[in-house]
Nanobody, 126 residues
Framework: QVQLVESGGGLVQAGGSLVLSCAAS????????MGWFRQAPGKEREFVAA????????WYADSVKGRFTISRDNAKNTVYLQMNSLKPEDTAVYYC???????????????????WGQGTQVTVSS
């Protein structure tokens, strides 16, 4: 069982930066693939980024590639999402997700993830 708590959301101007954090409970955090999703009003929850258990592999949605960076600190049971060059279209509730085993072919599907945080709001003003 893994419990996830996100923090770091807020209001930022376009072009600005934010860092989201996701603190996980449980001694098996270091064995989980971790990810970030987001959901804008009226839209489906969409994949943003994911990172392997070791941090050696990362994956990104095309819309955030080159602007966002996912990282993790297994000693602190925390995963981060550094968001730079933010755009108004990045406005959404951002969710942290965890999975003990995620297929690369399906990781962009929310159904592939077993654990979710409560979400943190990110608002980017133009």
């Amino acid at each position: 069982q893994v419990q996830l708590v996100e923090s770091g959301g807020g209001l930022v101007q376009a072009g600005g930066s934010l860092v989201l954090s996701c603190a996980a409970s449980g001694r098996t955090f270091s064995t989980y693939v971790m990810g970030w999703f987001r959901q804008a009003p009226g839209k489906e929850r969409e994949f943003v980024a994911a990172i392997s258990w070791s941090g050696g592999s990362t994956w990104y949605a095309d819309s955030v590639k080159g602007r966002f960076t996912i990282s993790r600190d297994n000693a602190k049971n925390t995963v981060y999402l550094q968001m730079n060059s933010l755009k108004p279209e990045d406005t959404a509730v951002y969710y942290c997700a965890a999975s003990p085993s995620t297929n690369i072919a399906t990781m962009r599907l929310k159904s592939a993830w077993g654990y979710w945080g409560q979400g943190t709001q990110v608002t980017v003003s133009s």
